[in-house]
Protein backbone atom coordinates (compact mmCIF):
# COMPACT_ATOMS: atom_id res chain seq x y z
CA UNK A 1 0.00 0.00 0.00
CA UNK A 2 1.26 3.11 -1.01
CA UNK A 3 1.80 5.54 2.18
CA UNK A 4 -1.31 7.97 2.79
CA UNK A 5 -0.56 11.22 1.26
CA UNK A 6 -1.19 13.03 4.47
CA UNK A 7 1.43 16.11 4.48
CA UNK A 8 -1.24 16.85 1.11
CA UNK A 9 -4.32 17.42 4.18
CA UNK A 10 -4.80 21.03 4.92
CA UNK A 11 -4.12 20.72 8.70
CA UNK A 12 -7.60 22.71 8.81
CA UNK A 13 -9.03 19.35 7.32
CA UNK A 14 -9.80 16.99 8.95
CA UNK A 15 -11.17 13.64 7.70
CA UNK A 16 -11.58 10.91 9.19
CA UNK A 17 -10.66 7.04 7.83
CA UNK A 18 -12.35 4.50 9.38
CA UNK A 19 -10.42 0.95 8.81
CA UNK A 20 -11.13 -2.74 9.13
CA UNK A 21 -9.48 -3.92 12.15
CA UNK A 22 -6.58 -4.96 11.37
CA UNK A 23 -5.42 -2.85 8.12
CA UNK A 24 -3.30 -0.58 10.05
CA UNK A 25 -1.42 -3.38 11.19
CA UNK A 26 -0.66 -4.77 7.79
CA UNK A 27 0.36 -1.59 6.51
CA UNK A 28 3.49 -0.27 9.37
CA UNK A 29 4.43 2.24 6.53
CA UNK A 30 1.39 4.36 7.29
CA UNK A 31 3.06 7.35 9.05
CA UNK A 32 1.80 8.05 12.54
CA UNK A 33 0.00 10.63 13.19
CA UNK A 34 -2.53 11.00 11.16
CA UNK A 35 -4.81 13.31 12.57
CA UNK A 36 -6.85 11.46 15.30
CA UNK A 37 -7.56 7.52 16.64
CA UNK A 38 -7.64 4.48 14.95
CA UNK A 39 -10.70 2.68 14.63
CA UNK A 40 -10.95 -0.76 14.20
CA UNK A 41 -14.64 -1.70 13.49
CA UNK A 42 -15.95 -4.84 15.28
CA UNK A 43 -17.75 -7.92 13.25
CA UNK A 44 -20.61 -6.73 11.63
CA UNK A 45 -18.98 -3.45 10.04
CA UNK A 46 -20.34 0.03 10.01
CA UNK A 47 -23.58 -1.38 11.39
CA UNK A 48 -22.30 -2.34 14.57
CA UNK A 49 -20.52 1.12 15.07
CA UNK A 50 -22.01 1.68 18.86
CA UNK A 51 -22.20 5.33 18.29
CA UNK A 52 -23.74 7.59 15.54
CA UNK A 53 -21.21 9.20 13.36
CA UNK A 54 -21.13 13.18 13.30
CA UNK A 55 -21.72 14.84 10.51
CA UNK A 56 -18.99 15.33 8.15
CA UNK A 57 -16.87 12.01 8.90
CA UNK A 58 -16.66 9.89 5.61
CA UNK A 59 -15.98 6.10 6.37
CA UNK A 60 -13.50 4.38 3.81
CA UNK A 61 -13.94 0.88 3.90
CA UNK A 62 -11.22 -0.47 2.49
CA UNK A 63 -11.93 -4.66 2.11
CA UNK A 64 -9.28 -6.58 0.50
CA UNK A 65 -5.77 -5.71 0.44
CA UNK A 66 -6.03 -2.44 -1.36
CA UNK A 67 -6.00 -0.14 1.81
CA UNK A 68 -6.84 3.19 2.08
CA UNK A 69 -5.25 4.76 -0.90
CA UNK A 70 -3.84 8.28 -1.32
CA UNK A 71 -6.07 8.94 -4.35
CA UNK A 72 -9.06 7.59 -1.76
CA UNK A 73 -7.59 9.98 0.75
CA UNK A 74 -7.89 13.17 -1.48
CA UNK A 75 -11.21 12.12 -2.71
CA UNK A 76 -12.48 12.04 0.91
CA UNK A 77 -10.85 15.66 2.08
CA UNK A 78 -12.17 16.90 -1.32
CA UNK A 79 -15.83 16.91 0.54
CA UNK A 80 -15.61 19.04 2.98
CA UNK A 81 -13.77 19.40 6.51
CA UNK A 82 -13.55 16.01 8.19
CA UNK A 83 -11.74 13.90 11.35
CA UNK A 84 -8.99 11.73 9.89
CA UNK A 85 -8.80 8.79 12.42
CA UNK A 86 -6.16 6.41 11.31
CA UNK A 87 -2.57 5.34 12.17
CA UNK A 88 -0.76 2.31 13.48
CA UNK A 89 -2.20 0.52 16.98
CA UNK A 90 0.84 2.10 19.27
CA UNK A 91 0.19 5.30 19.14
CA UNK A 92 -3.41 5.54 18.28
CA UNK A 93 -4.85 3.03 20.82
CA UNK A 94 -3.65 6.32 23.18
CA UNK A 95 -5.39 8.51 21.86
CA UNK A 96 -8.87 6.40 21.95
CA UNK A 97 -8.74 3.50 24.21
CA UNK A 98 -12.50 2.91 23.85
CA UNK A 99 -15.80 3.26 21.49
CA UNK A 100 -16.54 6.37 23.69
CA UNK A 101 -13.46 8.04 23.66
CA UNK A 102 -13.29 8.01 20.20
CA UNK A 103 -16.86 9.03 20.17
CA UNK A 104 -15.48 12.05 22.34
CA UNK A 105 -12.53 12.67 19.90
CA UNK A 106 -15.19 12.54 17.11
CA UNK A 107 -17.17 15.10 18.52
CA UNK A 108 -14.39 17.70 19.60
CA UNK A 109 -12.78 17.42 15.93
CA UNK A 110 -16.34 18.74 14.77
CA UNK A 111 -16.00 21.62 16.75
CA UNK A 112 -14.88 24.32 14.08
CA UNK A 113 -13.50 26.99 14.52
CA UNK A 114 -10.96 27.15 17.03
CA UNK A 115 -11.64 30.03 18.78
CA UNK A 116 -9.75 32.00 21.73
CA UNK A 117 -11.84 34.48 23.38
CA UNK A 118 -11.15 37.09 26.04
CA UNK A 119 -12.31 38.77 29.17
CA UNK A 120 -14.06 41.69 27.17
CA UNK A 121 -16.17 39.29 25.06
CA UNK A 122 -14.06 39.86 21.93
CA UNK A 123 -12.68 36.61 20.04
CA UNK A 124 -9.92 35.20 17.86
CA UNK A 125 -10.99 32.85 14.86
CA UNK A 126 -7.80 30.62 15.28
CA UNK A 127 -8.76 28.70 11.91
CA UNK A 128 -7.49 31.53 9.84
CA UNK A 129 -4.03 32.18 10.37
CA UNK A 130 -1.60 31.14 13.15
CA UNK A 131 -1.47 34.14 15.57
CA UNK A 132 2.09 35.38 16.68
CA UNK A 133 2.97 35.70 20.40
CA UNK A 134 5.80 38.01 20.70
CA UNK A 135 8.27 37.41 23.68
CA UNK A 136 9.30 40.02 26.21
CA UNK A 137 11.95 38.71 29.17
CA UNK A 138 12.36 41.15 31.70
CA UNK A 139 14.58 38.98 33.23
CA UNK A 140 18.75 38.99 33.14
CA UNK A 141 18.88 35.79 32.60
CA UNK A 142 16.47 34.38 29.88
CA UNK A 143 18.57 31.72 27.57
CA UNK A 144 18.38 33.99 24.16
CA UNK A 145 17.63 37.39 25.13
CA UNK A 146 18.14 38.05 29.03
CA UNK A 147 19.38 41.29 29.96
CA UNK A 148 17.96 42.92 27.10
CA UNK A 149 14.61 44.73 27.98
CA UNK A 150 15.53 45.05 31.77
CA UNK A 151 14.16 48.85 32.42
CA UNK A 152 10.87 50.37 30.96
CA UNK A 153 12.45 51.96 28.20
CA UNK A 154 14.15 48.98 26.68
CA UNK A 155 10.69 46.94 27.37
CA UNK A 156 8.62 49.78 25.72
CA UNK A 157 10.94 49.78 22.61
CA UNK A 158 11.01 46.48 22.15
CA UNK A 159 7.28 45.83 22.54
CA UNK A 160 7.10 48.70 19.88
CA UNK A 161 9.19 46.63 17.49
CA UNK A 162 7.02 43.55 17.96
CA UNK A 163 3.62 45.44 17.26
CA UNK A 164 4.91 47.19 14.27
CA UNK A 165 6.34 43.81 13.31
CA UNK A 166 2.91 42.49 13.59
CA UNK A 167 2.74 40.48 16.71
CA UNK A 168 -0.96 39.88 17.94
CA UNK A 169 0.38 39.31 21.52
CA UNK A 170 3.13 40.35 23.85
CA UNK A 171 3.98 37.62 26.47
CA UNK A 172 5.93 39.54 29.58
CA UNK A 173 7.78 36.77 31.55
CA UNK A 174 9.71 37.87 35.03
CA UNK A 175 11.42 34.07 35.39
CA UNK A 176 13.68 32.26 32.98
CA UNK A 177 12.32 28.76 32.46
CA UNK A 178 15.32 27.81 30.60
CA UNK A 179 16.54 24.18 31.61
CA UNK A 180 18.43 24.96 34.63
CA UNK A 181 17.38 27.55 36.13
CA UNK A 182 16.20 28.67 39.40
CA UNK A 183 13.35 29.59 40.35
CA UNK A 184 12.55 33.35 40.98
CA UNK A 185 10.57 34.27 43.97
CA UNK A 186 7.53 35.63 43.61
CA UNK A 187 8.01 39.50 45.10
CA UNK A 188 11.27 39.91 42.99
CA UNK A 189 8.47 38.23 39.63
CA UNK A 190 6.31 40.66 40.46
CA UNK A 191 8.33 43.48 40.37
CA UNK A 192 9.75 42.73 37.16
CA UNK A 193 6.20 41.71 35.48
CA UNK A 194 3.89 44.49 37.28
CA UNK A 195 5.23 47.86 36.10
CA UNK A 196 6.03 46.67 32.57
CA UNK A 197 2.53 45.46 32.18
CA UNK A 198 1.18 48.73 33.65
CA UNK A 199 3.30 50.81 31.28
CA UNK A 200 2.65 48.31 27.82
CA UNK A 201 -0.90 49.02 29.31
CA UNK A 202 -0.48 52.45 29.30
CA UNK A 203 1.29 53.18 25.83
CA UNK A 204 -0.49 50.35 23.94
CA UNK A 205 -4.45 50.56 25.35
CA UNK A 206 -5.52 47.81 22.97
CA UNK A 207 -3.27 45.60 22.28
CA UNK A 208 -3.39 41.89 23.82
CA UNK A 209 -0.64 41.36 26.48
CA UNK A 210 -0.30 37.69 28.60
CA UNK A 211 1.64 37.47 31.53
CA UNK A 212 4.20 34.57 31.61
CA UNK A 213 4.12 32.86 34.79
CA UNK A 214 3.01 29.81 37.38
CA UNK A 215 2.50 31.86 39.93
CA UNK A 216 -1.33 32.94 40.72
CA UNK A 217 -0.10 35.93 42.90
CA UNK A 218 1.85 37.44 40.18
CA UNK A 219 -0.62 36.71 37.75
CA UNK A 220 -3.14 38.15 39.40
CA UNK A 221 -1.38 41.52 39.76
CA UNK A 222 -0.28 41.32 36.19
CA UNK A 223 -4.22 41.22 35.08
CA UNK A 224 -5.19 43.91 37.46
CA UNK A 225 -2.04 45.70 35.81
CA UNK A 226 -3.40 44.54 32.26
CA UNK A 227 -2.76 41.80 31.06
CA UNK A 228 -5.44 39.74 29.25
CA UNK A 229 -4.12 35.96 29.19
CA UNK A 230 -2.12 33.96 31.88
CA UNK A 231 0.58 31.79 30.21
CA UNK A 232 1.58 29.20 32.59
CA UNK A 233 4.30 26.54 31.97
CA UNK A 234 3.13 24.92 35.12
CA UNK A 235 0.00 24.28 33.67
CA UNK A 236 -1.77 24.97 36.76
CA UNK A 237 0.23 23.57 39.28
CA UNK A 238 -0.42 26.44 41.74
CA UNK A 239 -4.02 25.63 42.98
CA UNK A 240 -5.33 29.13 42.75
CA UNK A 241 -4.16 29.57 39.64
CA UNK A 242 -6.96 28.09 37.47
CA UNK A 243 -9.41 29.43 40.14
CA UNK A 244 -8.28 32.86 39.45
CA UNK A 245 -8.40 32.47 35.54
CA UNK A 246 -11.82 31.69 35.51
CA UNK A 247 -12.88 35.05 37.87
CA UNK A 248 -11.15 36.93 35.59
CA UNK A 249 -12.55 35.70 32.69
CA UNK A 250 -9.27 35.44 30.92
CA UNK A 251 -7.99 32.78 28.92
CA UNK A 252 -4.66 30.60 29.34
CA UNK A 253 -2.74 28.96 27.97
CA UNK A 254 -1.87 25.44 29.78
CA UNK A 255 1.85 24.35 29.28
CA UNK A 256 3.08 20.34 29.57
CA UNK A 257 6.62 19.91 31.80
CA UNK A 258 8.18 17.27 33.83
CA UNK A 259 9.53 18.46 37.09
CA UNK A 260 10.50 22.05 37.63
CA UNK A 261 12.91 23.68 35.01
CA UNK A 262 16.22 23.37 37.55
CA UNK A 263 15.54 19.36 37.25
CA UNK A 264 13.37 18.84 33.87
CA UNK A 265 16.33 17.78 32.15
CA UNK A 266 16.86 14.86 33.84
CA UNK A 267 13.33 13.65 32.93
CA UNK A 268 13.04 13.02 28.96
CA UNK A 269 12.45 9.56 28.73
CA UNK A 270 8.52 8.47 27.70
CA UNK A 271 7.92 4.97 26.95
CA UNK A 272 4.70 7.04 24.53
CA UNK A 273 6.06 10.77 24.00
CA UNK A 274 2.94 12.12 22.11
CA UNK A 275 0.48 9.55 23.92
CA UNK A 276 1.43 10.66 27.35
CA UNK A 277 1.68 14.82 26.65
CA UNK A 278 -1.91 14.02 25.24
CA UNK A 279 -3.02 12.75 28.37
CA UNK A 280 -1.23 15.19 30.31
CA UNK A 281 -2.51 18.08 28.51
CA UNK A 282 -6.12 16.89 28.24
CA UNK A 283 -6.13 16.02 32.37
CA UNK A 284 -5.16 19.42 31.79
CA UNK A 285 -7.62 20.84 30.45
CA UNK A 286 -10.09 18.77 32.35
CA UNK A 287 -9.05 20.87 35.29
CA UNK A 288 -8.92 24.30 34.03
CA UNK A 289 -13.01 23.21 33.07
CA UNK A 290 -13.77 21.64 36.28
CA UNK A 291 -12.25 25.20 37.71
CA UNK A 292 -15.20 26.70 35.77
CA UNK A 293 -12.92 27.93 32.70
CA UNK A 294 -14.59 28.23 29.36
CA UNK A 295 -13.23 25.81 26.39
CA UNK A 296 -13.26 28.65 24.34
CA UNK A 297 -10.75 30.00 26.81
CA UNK A 298 -7.91 27.12 27.02
CA UNK A 299 -4.87 27.18 24.58
CA UNK A 300 -2.33 24.06 24.95
CA UNK A 301 0.86 23.21 24.43
CA UNK A 302 3.34 20.63 24.92
CA UNK A 303 6.38 22.42 26.07
CA UNK A 304 8.81 22.03 23.80
CA UNK A 305 12.44 21.81 25.70
CA UNK A 306 11.06 21.15 28.69
CA UNK A 307 11.43 17.71 29.75
CA UNK A 308 12.02 16.55 26.37
CA UNK A 309 15.07 15.31 24.57
CA UNK A 310 16.11 17.36 21.49
CA UNK A 311 14.88 14.34 19.52
CA UNK A 312 11.76 14.52 21.45
CA UNK A 313 10.92 18.12 20.49
CA UNK A 314 11.85 17.32 16.87
CA UNK A 315 8.74 14.26 17.28
CA UNK A 316 6.18 16.51 18.66
CA UNK A 317 6.60 18.80 15.89
CA UNK A 318 6.58 16.47 13.49
CA UNK A 319 3.48 14.48 15.02
CA UNK A 320 1.54 18.00 16.11
CA UNK A 321 -1.34 16.75 14.33
CA UNK A 322 -2.24 14.56 16.45
CA UNK A 323 -2.80 16.99 19.43
CA UNK A 324 -5.05 18.19 17.51
CA UNK A 325 -7.11 15.89 18.55
CA UNK A 326 -7.29 17.18 21.66
CA UNK A 327 -9.98 20.10 20.34
CA UNK A 328 -8.11 22.66 22.34
CA UNK A 329 -5.99 25.55 20.08
CA UNK A 330 -2.60 24.46 20.29
CA UNK A 331 0.28 26.98 21.35
CA UNK A 332 3.91 26.30 20.04
CA UNK A 333 7.08 27.29 21.24
CA UNK A 334 9.93 26.27 19.09
CA UNK A 335 11.80 29.83 18.74
CA UNK A 336 15.83 29.86 19.25
CA UNK A 337 15.38 26.28 21.04
CA UNK A 338 18.33 24.12 21.61
CA UNK A 339 17.40 21.54 19.90
CA UNK A 340 17.31 24.45 16.95
CA UNK A 341 20.96 24.63 17.60
CA UNK A 342 21.52 21.25 17.36
CA UNK A 343 19.76 20.64 13.93
CA UNK A 344 21.71 23.47 12.42
CA UNK A 345 25.03 23.78 14.00
CA UNK A 346 24.08 27.01 15.35
CA UNK A 347 24.91 27.52 19.40
CA UNK A 348 24.25 31.57 19.57
CA UNK A 349 20.31 31.21 20.53
CA UNK A 350 20.20 34.39 18.91
CA UNK A 351 21.89 33.47 15.67
CA UNK A 352 18.80 30.78 15.41
CA UNK A 353 17.02 32.88 13.42
CA UNK A 354 16.57 30.54 10.09
CA UNK A 355 15.50 27.03 12.05
CA UNK A 356 13.29 29.27 14.53
CA UNK A 357 11.32 30.04 11.08
CA UNK A 358 11.37 26.98 9.51
CA UNK A 359 10.11 25.33 13.18
CA UNK A 360 7.78 27.91 12.70
CA UNK A 361 6.67 27.41 9.32
CA UNK A 362 5.98 23.30 10.60
CA UNK A 363 4.09 23.98 12.92
CA UNK A 364 1.84 26.08 10.87
CA UNK A 365 1.18 23.80 8.78
CA UNK A 366 0.86 21.22 11.09
CA UNK A 367 -1.89 23.06 12.65
CA UNK A 368 -0.32 25.14 15.51
CA UNK A 369 -3.05 27.80 16.19
CA UNK A 370 -0.35 30.80 18.35
CA UNK A 371 3.35 31.05 17.69
CA UNK A 372 5.52 31.72 20.58
CA UNK A 373 8.47 33.91 18.72
CA UNK A 374 11.56 35.83 19.43
CA UNK A 375 11.95 37.38 15.65
CA UNK A 376 8.33 38.93 15.40
CA UNK A 377 8.34 40.22 11.69
CA UNK A 378 11.18 37.65 9.89
CA UNK A 379 8.56 35.13 11.50
CA UNK A 380 5.15 36.84 10.06
CA UNK A 381 6.79 36.93 6.50
CA UNK A 382 7.76 33.21 6.48
CA UNK A 383 3.81 32.29 8.01
CA UNK A 384 2.16 34.44 5.60
CA UNK A 385 3.55 32.83 2.46
CA UNK A 386 3.17 28.89 4.39
CA UNK A 387 -0.29 30.08 4.91
CA UNK A 388 -0.59 31.41 1.56
CA UNK A 389 0.08 28.17 0.32
CA UNK A 390 -1.69 25.79 2.70
CA UNK A 391 -4.83 27.59 1.54
CA UNK A 392 -4.51 27.58 -2.13
CA UNK A 393 -4.12 23.55 -2.02
CA UNK A 394 -6.76 21.57 -2.70
CA UNK A 395 -8.44 24.49 -4.55
CA UNK A 396 -6.40 24.45 -7.04
CA UNK A 397 -4.71 21.21 -7.32
CA UNK A 398 -1.49 22.31 -5.82
N1 LIG B 1 9.00 28.62 26.39
C1 LIG B 1 9.66 29.45 27.24
C2 LIG B 1 8.95 30.25 28.15
N2 LIG B 1 7.60 30.23 28.17
N3 LIG B 1 5.56 29.38 27.37
C3 LIG B 1 4.88 28.56 26.55
N4 LIG B 1 3.56 28.52 26.59
N5 LIG B 1 5.53 27.75 25.66
C4 LIG B 1 6.88 27.72 25.57
O1 LIG B 1 7.43 26.94 24.77
C5 LIG B 1 7.63 28.58 26.43
C6 LIG B 1 6.92 29.41 27.34
C7 LIG B 1 11.15 29.50 27.21
O2 LIG B 1 11.58 30.48 26.30
P1 LIG B 1 12.06 31.97 26.68
O3 LIG B 1 10.99 32.74 27.36
O4 LIG B 1 12.58 32.60 25.45
O5 LIG B 1 13.29 31.75 27.64
P2 LIG B 1 13.46 31.80 29.21
O6 LIG B 1 12.57 30.79 29.81
O7 LIG B 1 14.90 31.51 29.42
O8 LIG B 1 13.08 33.19 29.69
Redesign the pocket.
Known sequence: MTALAWDLLEPADVAAFLVPEGLIDRAPEVPWPCRAARLELPPGGMAALPFPLPAGVVVLETPGSGGITAAGAQEAVAAGPRAVVAGPAAGLAQLARAWSALATLLTRLDRAPLILRFADGSAWDLSDRPRLMA?L?V?PD???DGGLHETPAAALAHAERCFAEGADLLDV?GE???PG?APVDEEAESRRVVPVVAALRARFPSARLSV?TRRAAVARRALEAGADLI?D?SAGADPAMLPLAAEAGVPV?L?HMRGEPATMQRHTHYADLVGEIAEALESAAGRAREAGIADDRILL?P???FGKSAEGNELLLRQLGALRSLGSPL?I?ASRKAFLGRLTGVSDPAARLAGSLAAAVVAALRGAAVL?V?DVGATREALAVAVALRRARGTDGC
Do not use: K, P, W, Y
Open positions: INTSFSGSTRADNVAMDGLGLGRH
